[in-house]
């Protein structure tokens, strides 16, 4: 039902001309690209896995940009802090986690370059050394704080692109 209730959506936005950011594929890197990895043996890479998350959501952007909806793609974040509080069975360490979500926003951007979407990068400006979000730039060590806000209305400037 989320591609319907997206298209209701879009639906309202064309009519007033705003800007849809899509920010999609932090809890595929945080649980579920690692979970499917394990729970096929191995025998799914992550990398297989990342790559046909993006071609998922690549065909929702697609349609949307056919239907000359004004659309940017947010990067999701790096790594979070926050450990294994639904008890999957197969969690990846911090490195792994990183990893993932590191290869994660470069395929994305890649993507989103090679079908002339509208990328922002905010992995870049707020990762840390290893790979994981600054604390700085979160409330509860996954999602952003009113500090990425700042980021992202910068680069919209910088890209000649409006904000109310």
Same mark, same amino acid.
């Given at each position: 039902?989320?591609?319907?209730?997206? &298209?209701? &959506?879009? +639906?309202?936005?064309?009519?007033?001309?705003d800007i849809l950011v899509l920010v999609f594929g932090e809890i595929d890197c945080r649980i579920h690209i690692y979970y499917q990895h394990?729970?096929?043996?191995?025998?799914?890479?992550?990398?297989?896995?990342? +790559?046909e998350t993006i071609e998922n959501y690549g065909r929702v952007l697609?349609? &949307?940009k056919g239907m000359g909806v004004n &659309?940017?793609?947010h990067g999701i974040t790096p790594a979070a802090w926050e450990e294994n509080i639904y008890n999957y069975p197969y969690y990846g360490s911090r490195?792994?986690?990183?990893g993932i979500s590191k290869e994660f926003n470069e395929k994305l951007k890649a993507y989103c370059e090679a079908n002339d979407l509208r990328y922002f990068d905010i992995y870049s400006r707020v990762v840390d050394q290893d790979g994981m979000i600054q604390r700085g730039f979160s409330y509860d060590g996954v999602h952003l704080n009113d500090k990425a806000i700042d980021l992202?209305? +910068?680069w919209m400037r910088s890209h000649g692109i409006q904000s109310d």
């Open positions: 039902m989320s591609n319907s209730r997206l &298209l209701r &959506l879009v +639906e309202r936005i064309q009519k007033r001309k394990m729970k096929r043996q191995r025998a799914v890479s992550t990398s297989y896995l990342i +790559e697609n349609q &949307l &659309l940017i793609v490195a792994v986690r990183a992202f209305k +910068e």
